[in-house]
């Protein structure tokens, strides 16, 4: 998939990019390097790979590093609203702005 100086121009229109004739020429000097690694890559088979969660699974068995999901900090939402001028609920009131 080769891109063009339009696609290339259009691509920057859409990023909001002001890009000069020569780094547009250079972008798409890159842009098209980039598209052939992935079309090199597409014609690997990878059927029956399973995908890596991390690169360094291929080299060593990674554990995962989770912490344990418990409650860590208490409650403290009354505490917190005592300074709220208007708490209804347990819910902030705030004035209406938007009519």
Do not use: C, W
Request: proline share 5%.
């Amino acid at each position: 998939m080769a891109l063009t100086r339009q696609d290339v121009s259009r691509i920057a229109q859409l990023a909001r990019l002001e890009l000069h004739e020569d780094e547009q020429q250079a972008m798409l000097g890159q842009l098209n390097g980039f598209f052939s690694i992935v079309d090199q890559m597409s014609v690997v088979d990878t059927r029956g790979v399973e995908p890596l969660y991390t690169p360094l699974s291929a080299v060593s068995p990674v554990e995962l590093r989770l912490r344990d999901d418990i409650v860590t900090e208490s409650n403290d939402r009354e505490r917190n609203q005592l300074s709220a001028p208007a708490v209804e609920d347990g819910l902030y009131l705030v004035p209406k702005v938007i009519e």
